[in-house]
């Protein structure tokens, strides 16, 4: 959220202090984490799905006739998407720190701009799109926390086994 309303944020891992971390923190992140990842295969198909409907609606010639195919190919892609939606609300209701993702989404759809499908499908396209984009983010700041946590030995002896390079 700080990158999309301000624009900047400081890279992955630089506020976070290794001494801050316990292990219930360490058990909930690595719970967190699965979801996250659910997180980010659910918005994925959304971006993908609001994209194919930005696709097929810009081909219409108008949005009140159309041909019978059409009008199913898109009520289709219309149920795939509220069912992809109500995926995201479960998610958020079953683990808080994603319910802000179910939230963004409802602000998001809410504050969609268009006279025609198209542009009201092109939106909502970006839109999960940046929701896609701000799991991903989590994503890898979730996977940086839970490294920070490994013992200063097994840290170490991948730091030397990176180095090395590739076995022969």
């Known amino acids: 959220a700080r990158h999309w309303y301000c624009g900047w944020t400081p ?15 360490v058990r909930h992140l690595r719970t967190l ?8 295969r659910v918005l994925g198909k ?3 799905i609001a994209g194919k409907l930005a696709q097929r609606s810009a081909k219409l010639r108008s949005d009140r006739l159309m041909g019978l195919e059409e009008r199913r190919e ?11 939606d109500s995926m995201i609300e ?25 006279e025609r499908i198209a542009e009201i499908a092109r939106d909502s396209a970006d839109s999960y799109r940046q929701l896609h984009e701000g799991s991903r983010i989590l994503s890898e700041w979730l996977d940086h926390s839970l490294k920070l946590v490994r013992p200063m030995v097994v840290q ?8 090395e390079g590739p076995n022969p």
């Open 11 to 25: 890279p992955v891992g630089q506020e976070l202090v290794r001494a801050g971390f316990d292990q219930e923190l």
């Open 74 to 84: 898109i009520e289709a892609l219309g149920r795939d998407l509220a069912e992809v």
């Open 46 to 48: 959304a971006t993908g």
């Open 156 to 163: 170490q002896g991948i730091r030397e086994k990176l180095a």
């Open 90 to 114: 479960r998610l958020g209701q079953i683990h808080e720190p994603l319910r802000a993702f179910s939230r963004m989404s409802k602000v998001l759809m809410h504050n969609l701009e268009g």
């Open 33 to 40: 984490r699965e979801s996250v990842q659910v997180m980010e």
